[in-house]
């Protein structure tokens, strides 16, 4: 069945594609605007309703509604044009057009709200189809739910006979989710200034990259005719990185990287333009006409799609002292024959009847070998999005005879016509094209797209039978990132042991100060060795101000020895000391505990003594008391809100498969009021164990394979989500050190999560609160880190930014109307849509089952924790 329907499907959309193909004239399909192609697909006509422009360089666009409602994909372009009639298309996304007409002047503007570019053709190109698990998402939440086609003709000598055109594109759109988003970075110099006679004048640009690794694959340089050398760089250490490095007096094609360059957290981007004002009588600026000047590096990226973001931009320098250390090569042009600088300023007349006289076969051997496929840009991407990435490393192909000129001309009618840039008229507009940058990105976004490395793998592995929720992909609607511009990284901590947050969601941190636990703070039977050192002299309780990190309070000095667990109940502060063996209960602002259970210094398992207790939960109602005891015991004690002995469940776990109520460590607890559950961080048995409340009932196992071997801590917020960590992965293992959110019903993993500055090293706690704003605290790196849904984020960070950036621009820059009135102004919505390995080695696995800590690779052992020296060698 599945054969039959994929055959059904792909014969379906070929017969559609071939019927279309025979009448490019006609409005084919405004009969018919939706087929379907079986459960999940269809095909959508988005056609001109038949016009008749009555000039040249006339922009004409037309709307067409999403016929679903949830959430689709487009995953192929069919184009309905020739280049006789119409000079390019774009393809839009949005919420709201620009008009409700049939179709109406693109200089009324193409969408009243941000706009996605989801299509371009111009110059004949042929289909366009994304690689598999590679898609633009439309409609549902955060997709538009309008097409709009923007259609430019260019001569309109074609229409003297008064044809009516209805251009325009089939789309084959499905609702199965794609795991896979290119997208496009853009540099731009938005400044510079070409002295008249000045034989060579730098643009620079640079900007540090603040987010996700992505993967670069291909690159693009784009000038005027003043244009000598364009040249991009990743910045490392110091270290420069070619990208890619060509002169814009070529075709201006994508060029794949000669070895892919991978971009991190806090690189930098660079990129020179170099330029000669020799035969210029005036300055030049940067502009939209052709004889203004441009300076762009535009590079093809791809990143996971929990990640993924499809547009980025760099329009600043920086840092440039950097370009000190430019390598010598940037500065260099590179030489091109005249029949190449005709082509690309559009002399290519005679190129219908003898298109291989101008064609790149004139070219000498050594520049063709350097060049890509010479056929028109579009057809070029095509090409790269249907092959094999390994095609996408091949330097050496033959030019093609189709249209080797037109790549040019195309590229410098449409960056110069009004589509992308009006007309600057004056001083003050050129040194600010914010307007020009808008235009330029929604032009090439489409083409950003390129086939991901074969042996990425998205399916998850289902769990067996009988362990926990299978793992299903990520839905992309909800997604946790670091808050980069939280500054709590630089706070001077000693090992985060523990997170909460207050009633008034203040984060409150319990750390150890300037002691730690290391092989020698206790003896075989878990007696704490290092009481010469006395408490803690610093304040281990430090309450801060979730969003800037500034200290509203502290407390806790010379109170503790080895911190560890903690929790906030109303006012008061629940921690837990595995050196004291003891929990206590303290106010806001008193100097000693409220309560205190177990007895200091003395490990045991009895009702009175703990050994080692890692955590403590209050119930918020009943005010029971639950302690996780802990590293030398497996169990889960119950006390009353006056701290009397309630009960205790849980047990050691015996070989082979641990058993629901058995522990490996019960280090973190979550309490969950909704449902009347107490869920467990059972650490070393990689898994989170749920209980009833009032008898201690074992409810269920949350267990996945990504977890690894060893689960830290577990954080629960109202309204469903659980948050978690886990730990560092044992040799030959693979499972990184991540974050995880689930859905506590369902036990599935929604989204996972990793730092972007510093990494994880022993992230030991977690907490959430209901704006699902998380922070992790990390024994090893001794840091506290903040994350948020992207949603979040953008109204935190993004709103503020944007808002000061339209104070700036919106009285500057207009499409020709009046600030405030119109759609088709700046668009701001899509200028801004924008391990460490480890190896434990060193004690046996016994002997560290009671550890926090981490081995150095010389076996030795760095600051951790752990709960009993090595055993003596065997003999």
């Known amino acids: 069945l599945k054969f039959v329907y994929r055959f059904c499907k792909t014969y379906w959309f070929t017969l559609y594609r071939d019927t279309t193909r025979s009448l490019p004239s006609e409005c084919i399909g405004s009969d018919r605007p939706v087929i379907s192609l079986g459960l999940s697909d269809f095909v959508l006509d988005i056609l001109m309703p038949g016009v008749t422009p009555k000039q040249s360089d006339t922009y004409l666009c037309m709307s067409v509604p999403l016929p679903v409602d949830d959430e689709a994909y487009v995953v192929d372009f069919k184009p309905h044009a020739s280049m006789d009639t119409v000079h390019h298309m774009l393809l839009f996304g949005c919420n709201e057009p620009s008009s409700t007409k049939n179709y109406w002047d693109c200089d009324e503007g193409t969408c009243k709200d941000k706009s996605n570019i989801l299509y371009a053709w111009a110059r004949n190109a042929p289909p366009t189809q994304l690689p598999k698990g590679v898609g633009f998402r439309v409609g549902g939440q955060t997709g538009g739910r309008f097409f709009v086609l923007q259609v430019h003709y260019g001569d309109i000598s074609a229409f003297r006979d008064k044809h009516k055109d209805c251009s325009g594109v089939t789309l084959h759109l499905t609702r199965q989710k794609q795991p896979l988003i290119a997208g496009m970075y853009l540099m731009m110099s938005v400044n510079t200034v070409i002295p008249p006679g000045e034989k060579v004048v730098d643009a620079d640009i640079a900007c540090h990259y603040k987010r996700f690794p992505m993967h670069l694959f291909a690159y693009r340089v784009h000038t005027h005719r003043l244009g000598k050398v364009v040249s991009g760089y990743r910045v490392r250490n110091d270290q420069w990185t070619l990208i890619g490095r060509q002169s814009p007096q070529l075709p201006q094609a994508f060029y794949p990287v000669e070895h892919p360059v991978d971009v991190s957290y806090d690189d930098i981007l660079a990129a020179r333009c170099v330029f000669s004002g020799e035969g210029r009588t005036t300055e030049t600026h940067i502009g939209g006409t052709a004889n203004d000047e441009m300076c762009n590096f535009y590079i093809m990226y791809y990143m996971e799609a929990k990640h993924a973001v499809s547009y980025m931009t760099c329009t600043q320098n920086a840092n440039p002292e950097i370009f000190r250390n430019i390598p010598q090569e940037a500065n260099i042009p590179i030489p091109v024959k005249s029949d190449m600088l005709k082509m690309a300023h559009g002399h290519h007349e005679g190129e219908k009847n003898d298109t291989g006289k101008s064609s790149l076969l004139q070219h000498d051997k050594k520049e063709k070998d350097k060049l890509l496929d010479q056929g028109d840009f579009y057809s070029l991407l095509s090409k790269l999005l249907g092959e094999r990435e390994d095609v996408l490393h091949v330097h050496k192909h033959n030019p093609t005879e189709k249209s080797e000129s037109y790549l040019v001309a195309e590229i410098a009618n449409v960056v110069q016509k009004k589509d992308l840039a009006r007309e600057i008229t004056n001083r003050d507009e050129r040194d600010n094209t914010i307007l020009v940058r808008d235009r330029i990105h929604r032009f090439h976004r489409l083409e950003s797209t390129l086939r991901p490395p074969e042996n990425r793998h998205f399916s998850l592995q289902r769990p067996k039978h009988g362990e926990g929720s299978c793992e299903k992909e990520h839905t992309g609607d909800f997604h946790v990132e670091e808050a980069v511009e939280w500054p709590g990284l630089d706070l001077k901590l000693g090992q985060v042991s523990g997170l909460a947050l207050d009633a008034e969601n203040n984060l409150v941190i319990f750390h150890r100060g300037d002691h730690v636990w290391d092989e020698n703070s206790f003896d075989s039977k878990f007696v704490y ?15 801060l101000n979730p969003s800037n990190a500034k200290l509203l309070h502290s407390m806790g000095k010379s109170l503790f020895y080895l911190p560890h667990g903690l929790s906030v109940d109303k006012n008061n502060y629940w921690v837990t000391d595995v050196a004291l063996h003891q929990v206590f209960k303290l106010g806001a602002y008193a100097k000693e505990p409220l309560l205190t259970l177990g007895v200091a210094l003395q490990p045991g398992s009895d009702k009175n003594h703990f050994c080692q207790p890692t955590d403590v939960a209050v119930d918020p109602i009943t005010g029971s008391i639950y302690v996780s005891d802990g590293y030398c015991n497996s169990r889960i004690i119950q006390f009353s809100s006056k701290g009397l002995y309630v009960m205790q469940w849980g047990e050691e776990t015996s070989l082979g498969r641990a058993r629901p109520g058995q522990f490996h460590i019960p280090h973190s607890l979550a309490l969950i009021p909704d449902f009347s559950q107490l869920c467990v961080a059972d650490r070393e048995n990689g898994r989170i164990q749920c209980f009833m409340l009032e008898t201690g009932e074992f409810i269920r196992e949350i267990k996945h394979k990504s977890f690894g071997r060893e689960l830290f801590a577990v954080s629960y917020v109202p309204g469903g989500l659980l948050f978690a960590v886990n730990g560092m992965p044992y040799p030959g293992e693979a499972e990184p050190i991540q974050g995880f959110v689930m859905n506590f019903s369902t036990g599935e993993i929604i989204d996972t999560f990793i730092p972007l500055r510093k990494s994880f090293e022993m992230p030991h706690d977690v907490v959430a609160s209901e704006d699902k704003t998380v922070f992790i605290g990390d024994v090893q790196v001794r840091t506290v880190w903040k994350f948020a849904s992207i949603e979040s984020m953008f109204f935190l960070f993004l ?46 696995r016994l002997s560290t089952e009671g550890s926090d800590q981490e081995k150095d690779d010389d076996g030795t052992d760095s600051e951790g924790e752990c709960s009993a020296p090595p055993p003596a060698p065997s003999s």
């Open 529 to 543: 060795q290092q009481r010469g050192l006395g408490p803690i002299e610093q304040n281990t309780i430090l309450v």
């Open 799 to 844: 709103m503020p930014q944007l808002h000061t950036l339209y104070l700036q621009i919106s009285t500057t820059y207009t499409t020709g109307q009046e600030p405030g009135k119109g759609g088709g102004g700046l668009n701001l919505g899509n200028f801004f849509a924008s391990h460490k390995g480890y190896s434990r080695k060193g004690f046996d």
